[in-house]
């Protein structure tokens, strides 16, 4: 059988931050494949790169030296909004603060994520991925009525909703409890591979990264087999 | 959906929207309310004439006061002669409000001269029978201003003494603060009799008039009268426009630090927004409709409040400028639609221009950098090249360019240059009381405020530099009041005034007044309006006045010397500053007996008018100015006391009936009168000062508020460990106190500088008049610093009594 190409491919990326002589190597020539519907977990200690990691792989960052594919497109080789527009159509970010939207309701939470994508979607979608996610009877109320699991669950659903190439989590269980850290890490990595979606997930917990198909470490700015 | 993001977050945050709005608005009332002023400034003077005889009649003016009959009656058989109508302009009060009666033919204004229908039919009503008080017509906005009605009987205080009038008629718009009567019955009833202030001719005799119209006398149309009052206003609209835009540039600072304390807020909601794929245009976009929707809101509510406050602005004037101007001002602005349309696309403009900083630091950290952390600081070296290039550049356009719009533009950007310094010099101070303060909750407070510098910054700005404009208007105003004392003092030498309110004085009454035995020596004074509009005053001084005189340039001896033997004339500052003239110059003056040309001898302080006026020595001039004076000085022998003089002269006039009629005053009562002048001009200086102080105070409420909702979850966090409700409001009380203690520290200097700026430059290029440099007094700083320390400190409570009040768990789950 053919293997598919990598959805998400990172090669030599490089961030440094400070200036002059204070300058610090976060990443130092990072490299990663990701097949569609395959999830990767990358551990790391803390300060390690991990979320720099994950804001280069979104567009969100700029690397020093190195370059990041999605789809094939090179990322960081669009100017803006180009590049804004490209994350908006195939990434889809959660986070683990959620960062919701607190003056939208939960409903108006995910439809934020159509609109910025330029797609349109059926209601009737966001109400079946709600149900799959367990909130088709939250979906009116505002983020400061929800529990930190109702709120995380929101957010996936806004990653989700307009089909993206890859996903990437970034400690999504971060700021919950064990149980409900659990729950949301089963929908995560399940919704993503119903949607052959590729998923990063940046975690701490060693029972996260075993729910993913490979785990990799990131150390002195690579990433190496965990 | 990009609404749907707005709408949600300012329907969450009230408070902050309407803060905003505030602050457009309260700028934005007071440059509308100074723009209907300015015109009406320069309408009134015409108001009247324009409406009673049509925009092309000519008006026939004395040059020295009334036209008298004689003058009249030649006029009328000359020739050719136009259909002249006379008019009396009788000056009367009511209650304390200024008014005018204009008698005039009713029948020959309505039907031969006028050009609308301001007294048609009402001129049947102003025939007077001799039964009951004298008819007189109103028009609706005196009648308003007084709150009179037809058939009412009014007491007017005249040049004689109190007056009956019946309010016969209602005349049309146009005659704002006057009432129009026949001119017979008008010259019956104030004790006037054959008095005309001026003949009314069409403008179709504007030829006729050049050619025969006789030495004394002066013809101008509308328009030219209406550019001698744009002219002799200019200083004082130039002051208020630039007061009211400092007021708006105050405004707009409050919905900078507003607008800046929402970015704050919406940081991360921006950071998720770009990260989740929100462009940076839409951004960009989003918050450009935002401040659009914030302009013209804010600048409606503004046009709205500052058309009431034009009214009351217009009441503030209208005494000074019928003092110093001799105009009457409306009773009433009158906005044109125009007017309105420009100033709602400023305000909507400066609301957009203030956005664009605000805006920018939005767009430029990346998505990334923003969900995580604050965007870096300015580095120091461009914090200086904001700072010093707008002030170099404000420093040098003074110095190169002379006008006042180079003055009033110069201190923007110096002021614009000093905003950028305030606030680290603001949070040095912090740093250092804070340090100061020691371990406790005092010194924990201040230190805390330290964590919110960026955010606090634009606050403190604009706080800062309200107080210092309002602290320093108060410091040029009361500078300049001292200046204007020590001025009256130095020049009233004489003992004693001597006048007659109507007429001049004849030169054998001067001779008696000399004769009296108390009287050691006298001085005249004789003052008319040239042809070209110079005022001129004829002098005969003796030794003791001369020490009067504070010569601004030449050398005092020299000119006394120059001045007595006839070899120049001495020119007041105003005026030398208006024309450009030194000693040595040479000064052309159309006199009476024909053009001469003088020497200018030297240049002396005078704030009797911003028009200035040339000196000259009585006794080298012919015509009337030679044989009448307006004013005796008398001068008492060294050791007579004011009294004994003053019952001499009270015997001496009473001993004569022709002389009856001359009041005399002392230079204390002079000088009294004069500030009591000063004070009446400047009352709408000091209501700007308080205005600007006004919308400071917004700035400060807006800043504390704004600060107090963005530590919300901070002091939950304090009292979920254990802080008490009391100590919480200690903490923010201390806070408040010590960023209003700061920004007020931060004022005193910055009102030094706009002090000398308004006194040095603004002033003299404005209205002619130097101040003497010196130490700006220390009044305002007393008044102002204790009152903004006690609005900050209830500023502060609205904050603590919410946060005080809210469980911490409430404040812990905010965001």
């Known amino acids: ?83 804004t527009r490209e994350r908006a159509r195939r990434v889809g970010l959660v986070f683990q603060d959620y960062n919701l939207i607190e003056s939208l309701t939960a409903r108006e939470n995910i439809e934020l994520a159509v609109w910025l994508s330029r797609s349109t979607v059926d209601p009737a979608r966001i109400d079946a991925l709600a149900g799959e996610l367990g909130i088709e009877n939250l979906l009116e109320r505002r983020p400061d009525q929800l529990s930190g699991g109702q709120q995380q669950r929101v957010a996936i659903a806004r990653a989700l909703i307009h089909e993206p190439s890859v996903l990437l989590a970034d400690e999504p269980t971060g700021s919950l409890d064990r149980r409900a850290g659990d729950q949301v890490l089963d929908v995560l990595v399940e919704a993503a591979r119903a949607r052959g979606c590729a998923l990063v997930l940046v975690t701490h917990s060693d029972e996260a990264a075993a729910r993913c198909d490979r785990v990799l470490a990131l150390r002195d700015g690579r990433l190496v087999p965990a | 959906m990009r609404a749907r993001l707005s709408h949600g977050f300012f329907r969450r945050h009230p408070g902050q929207w309407l803060l905003a709005l505030i602050g457009i608005a309260a700028g934005m009332a007071v440059v509308t309310g100074v723009a209907l ?37 030649e006029l009328a058989r000359l020739h050719g002669a136009p259909d002249w109508v006379p008019v009396l302009r009788i000056p009367v009060r009511v209650g304390g409000v200024e008014l005018e009666v204009v008698g005039l033919d009713t029948f020959s204004a309505v039907r031969d001269v006028a050009g609308n229908a301001s007294l048609g039919g009402a001129a049947d009503a102003l025939e007077w029978t001799g039964d009951g008080p004298p008819p007189a017509a109103i028009g609706p906005e005196t009648a308003g201003l007084l709150g009179v009605a037809t058939d009412a009987v009014l007491t007017l205080e005249g040049p004689s003494g109190p007056v009956e009038l019946r309010l016969a008629a209602a005349a049309g718009t146009g005659l704002d603060r006057r009432l129009v009567m026949d001119i017979a019955v008008a010259q019956h009833a104030f004790d006037l009799p054959d008095t005309i202030s001026e003949l009314l001719a069409p403008g179709s005799a504007r030829g006729w008039i050049e050619q025969n119209l006789p030495d004394g006398l002066q013809a101008r149309t509308l328009e030219e009268q209406r550019a001698s009052a744009r002219e002799l206003t200019a200083g004082l609209r130039a002051n208020l426009t630039a007061m009211s835009l400092l007021a708006l540039a105050t405004g707009l600072f409050v919905v900078y630090s507003v607008l800046s304390f929402l970015m704050v807020q919406r940081r991360r909601s921006f950071g998720v927004l770009r990260a989740i794929g929100l462009t940076p245009g839409d951004l960009g976009r989003m918050l450009i409709q935002e401040s659009l929707l914030l302009g013209a809101l804010g600048s409606l509510a503004g046009l709205v409040a500052g058309t009431l406050l034009a009214d009351l602005l217009l009441g503030l004037i209208a005494d000074p400028v019928r003092s110093i101007y001799g105009q009457l001002a409306l009773a009433r602005t009158e906005p044109a639609l125009w007017l309105y349309a420009a100033l709602f696309v400023l305000g909507v403009l400066a609301a957009i221009a203030v956005t664009v900083p605000v805006v920018r630091e939005a767009l430029r950290v990346p998505p990334g950098r923003m969900v995580r952390a604050a965007s870096a600081p300015l580095p120091k070296r461009v914090r200086w090249a904001l700072a010093g290039v707008p002030v170099a550049l404000g420093l040098a356009w003074v110095a190169v360019d002379g006008r006042l719009v180079a003055s009033l533009g110069g201190l923007f950007l110096v002021l614009a240059g000093l905003a950028t310094l305030l606030p680290p010099v603001g949070f040095g101070l912090l740093s250092v009381a804070g340090r100061r303060a020691g371990p406790g909750l005092t010194g924990r407070a201040v230190r805390l405020l330290d964590g919110s510098r960026r955010r606090l910054a634009p606050a403190l700005s604009a706080l800062s530099l309200a107080l210092a404009l309002a602290m320093g208007m108060g410091m040029m105003i009361l500078g300049f009041r001292a200046s204007v004392d020590d001025w009256v003092q130095r020049l009233l030498r004489a003992d004693l005034y001597v006048s007659a309110p109507e007429r001049a004085l004849a030169v054998e009454e001067v001779e008696r007044l000399a004769a009296i035995d108390a009287v050691a020596a006298v001085s005249t004074v004789s003052a008319q309006r040239l042809a070209d509009g110079t005022r001129l005053t004829a002098y005969r001084l003796p030794a003791r006045a001369w020490a009067g005189f504070d010569w601004l340039a030449g050398d005092p001896d020299e000119v006394r010397a120059g001045f007595e033997q006839g070899l120049g004339v001495a020119v007041s500052e105003p005026l030398a500053r208006a024309r450009g003239l030194a000693p040595g110059d040479a000064l052309v003056l159309p006199l009476p007996g024909g053009v001469r040309q003088f020497e200018v001898l030297g240049v002396f302080r005078d704030y009797s008018s911003d028009a200035g006026f040339v000196a000259i020595d009585a006794d080298r001039l012919g015509g009337r100015l030679a044989g009448t004076v307006d004013s005796v000085g008398l001068y008492a022998v060294a050791g007579v006391g004011r009294n004994t003089l003053q019952r001499q002269l009270e015997a001496a006039l009473a001993a004569d009936p022709q002389t009856s009629d001359l009041q005399w005053i002392g230079p204390r009562e002079i000088r009294d009168q004069s500030l009591a002048v000063f004070d009446r001009t400047f009352r709408i200086s000091w209501a700007m000062a308080v205005l600007v102080g006004g919308i400071a105070l917004v700035a400060l409420v807006s800043a504390l508020l704004a600060h107090g909702f963005e530590r919300a979850r901070e002091y939950a966090t304090l009292r979920a460990l254990g802080l008490a409700p009391t100590q919480l409001f200690r903490l923010i009380v201390v806070q408040t106190l010590a960023l209003t203690l700061a920004a007020a520290m931060l004022a005193v200097p910055v009102a030094v500088v706009v002090h000398y700026a308004l006194a040095l430059f603004i002033q003299p290029r404005a209205f002619g008049w130097s101040v003497p440099a010196g130490l700006p007094p220390i009044e305002p700083i007393v008044v102002v610093v204790p009152l903004a320390l006690v609005l900050g400190a209830l500023a502060g409570l609205i904050p603590a009594a919410r946060i005080g009040r809210r469980p911490p768990a409430d404040g812990l789950r905010a965001r």
Not at chain 1, 45 to 50: E, H, M, R, Y
């Open chain 1, 1 to 83: 059988m053919a293997e598919a190409d990598p959805v998400l491919r990172l090669r030599g990326l490089v961030r440094r931050y400070g200036e002059g002589p204070r300058q610090v190597p976060v990443l130092d020539g990072a490299e990663l494949d990701v097949l569609p519907g395959e999830a990767v977990a990358v551990m790391g200690a803390s300060g390690s790169g991990k979320s720099t990691l994950l804001h280069l792989a979104a567009g969100m960052d700029r690397p020093d030296a190195g370059e990041v594919r999605i789809a094939g497109v090179d990322v960081h080789a669009r100017p803006e909004p180009a590049r």
């Open chain 2, 37 to 73: 002023l300015r015109g009406a400034l320069v309408d009134s003077l015409d108001a009247a004439s324009d409406a009673l005889a049509g925009q092309d009649s000519i008006a026939v003016r004395a040059a020295d006061g009334a036209i008298a009959p004689e003058r009249f009656a």
